[in-house]
């Protein structure tokens, strides 16, 4: 998975969460506009990416098939 800051702004923090609430993934210090992210160990399901950076957090819901 390839996430890209769409504002220009850098990329603090990174998060996949599943429903539950529980972090699955924490991948902190990115300071770039675009990080990738292996989800080949993630199992099937619903989950949320949580993008953080100086100002900003927004979640992006996605399946893993």
């Not at 902190?28 to 160990?41: P, Y």
Request: proline residues 5%.
């Amino acid at each position: 998975l390839t996430v890209r800051s769409t504002t220009g702004l850098p990329i603090s923090e990174l998060n996949i969460i599943d429903l539950t609430g529980r972090v699955i993934l924490n991948k902190g210090a990115i300071q770039d506009t675009e990080s990738q992210i292996n989800l080949s160990d993630l199992s099937q399901g619903s989950y949320f990416v949580i993008i953080g950076g100086p100002g900003y957090s927004t979640s992006i819901p996605f399946i893993k098939r």
